[in-house]
């Protein structure tokens, strides 16, 4: 076999997701032996494939595959403003495609055997044993002391210094961003986000009868400076700003704009609430810093939660609301008085736990290796003018589907074929990003994942070339 | 010794508390041993004591000490429409109260050592092991199956028929009580309340921005039928009441008041929310109906929760929202989308255990005996002119001190005195109640609860000599 033979298998094997991206070349001794192939045959394909830039020579290591732009489709375009579609709810799309029979794409969870849950249950035993009145008895706001405790060094991860008598602990992000709203918004009051974001956060904010207003976001930069500072100008009683691996487009917020960000809000006296549960998911290097990092005066409202890295259900979160810490404390009391005792005991034992660091590497790099798997997938799959993003963290894709095909007829064909996905309208108030569908890769990627996304190219492609749904996607 | 001194003795150890009512009184043959009485003196003084009222005879078996009036107080009056005193928030009369050096008489908690802790304890060792994904993974609304089925079950113990399919579960009828309110009413509406009530429900009206109206309730019968019909003509957006063993007045609605109230509501069309969580807490017979017993359309939101008999920081709460089923799912995405799983899954493996009704029994009998206790110590202690509940159910006490008594006076010097208690315009959103204090029951009847009682007394005897006091109450 000539090297340029065996340079096409290797790039073909790359090509495919076979050998992914970090992933060691076949050595020269197993060419030989298994292909048959001459080693000067193989160091010469080593090479050409080196100089195409698809590999790189380790030191006494071998070959491994570089994660170049070349295996990627090109990125989103900002989203077009397209006429408003039907809005689902996002339960209703939850529910969906949350069922068993289901490849779920289309929810954000994440996937149990990447999770410790059975550390998290040794915990919980040794706990509800040792100190039942603890496991059992009140756990009155701000929350435990040992929780607080470890968040607030977790806080330091981010860049922001925290003591643990700023925090306060919540039932999930979720209800910490309720309590943040609550705090500083009233009904009919207009509120900054990004777009797209997630719908969990829409949906809270118009439930609340507060006005959700779209800054145009890009997956590259997150959201736009100039529109945020113009809108910011018209008075909005808050933002809200996911800045780390934005879910669905997976932006992060550079430093600089993060520092601007935060000065505009201080200078505006607009409260800004963050969510930054995707923080901790960087796939290499130190985690992004927090906004919190960033403010000076307190008028940044830093909500996270471990459900994204240790468990869901756990429903342990908490916010640091800066100078509205009263009046959250307050909105705490108010709505649900005080949060499950026990969840938020095992988290603080295992964040304390060594434990921690060993898990969280573990799943930065499974997140890597199966959003780039899932990547070079949607790009064998799906017809020509997809475009996809290309996160550095976190375990969503955001797609974009060529002209002409409507994420949300996509959808609805797609559930009927055993595939779910979240479609783009869901990540705006106004029904935008009708041309995009959020796929999730929070689970290890295998011939099941491959063969739906095979089948939602054939169904995009279809789409593509129907008229009527042509129609459909313009109407 | 003549049959008179032995009849007082006995009468003496039952005033003082020392034989409870349906405690067994010594025997014949123990005052002949210990007392050195004749057979003859000992069952005369029996048959003398019978007479009186205050013992029974049982065959077989002895005589007993009877629950007679004459052991208590008199009830309290209805509140006479005191000045707006001073505004306490509950926090801080919580924080206050529940500091382990105090003899906590001033919160509603539960006394851990009554509760099922390390039965709950192994249910959660089990439940994390055997099925951690469940334990730690999401539990969407409405909640686990497994925990709204046994739910159901326990609605039906309160006359109501209720099946999984109409229970949310939520973090805490805290969090019930606030996606009611979320789901039926908008800021600036009225909403009817019990005026005493728990303050709780107050605040949290109030931080809602509604405005809570007091309908005037008294310990017999709980609201004022008359007043509750004429408020309920201005139009209120809705109605929280609580229809058994009313926290702090221990009052119980009879079965025709409740369909009564309930067919107001449902003719007028205003969402009646109730909280039910004292129930449970009957000390004698079967538990009360709910006010969804009588609900026929659907008016009727049920919010309850274990936090009284299981425990308090396991914060498993759930409402039956009739009507209201979408607009209150709607309510607990947007405020916190989903509770702590494992919690939810152990109160259903209890809740389904043989233990838990051996379990309310004891629960049962000890608050009645310490409520009794109380009340004794009380009329012991408290100055001439004290009155006092005398609730069939619960576990606290509404005490309406003598004339010239300032409760919150009282509260803040009790606290320097080591002894919590709650003061009374707590329990009134404009104020009222400033003659009256709860003081909880929940604990074991001891020598400190006793030496508190007995300085909580010297202390309203001096507030009640002092004219300073008088006037600053008067204010």
Redesign the interface.
Known sequence: MLYEDVAQRLERLIHDGTLLPGHRLPSVRHLRDRWGVSVATAQHAFRVLETRGLVEARARSGYYVRDTPRLWLPAPEPAAPRPETERLR??SV??ET?TPDLVALGTA?PD?QH?P??A??RL??RI??ES??????????PGPAPLRRVLAAHAADAGATVQPGDIIT???V??AM?LCLAATT??GDRVLVQSPTYF?II??IQ???RVAIEVPSTAEHGIDLGSFERLLAEGPAACVLVPNFNNPCGSVLSDQDKARVVSLCTRAKVPLIEDDIYGELVFEGQRPTSLKSFDRKGWVLSCCSVSKV???????GWVVPGRFYDAVL??K???????????QLVVAAYLESGGYDTHIRRLRTAYREQVTAVGLAVRRHFPAGTRCTRPAGGHVLWVQLPEGVDAIALYRRALRHGVGIAPGPLFSPTGRHSGFVRINCASPFDERTDGALAKLGELARADQLSPKRVARAAR
């Open positions: 996002g339960l939850l529910r949350a969870l149990p999770l849950l059975h998290l249950g919980a035993t509800s044993r039942p009145e603890l496991a059992f008895g009140y756990a009155l706001p919540t039932t999930g979720m209800e309720y009233r009904p969990g949906e809270k439930f609340m009868g240790l468990s869901p259900g756990l429903r342990v307050d909105a009391l108010a709505v649900s008085f005080a949060s499950a005792s026990l969840p």
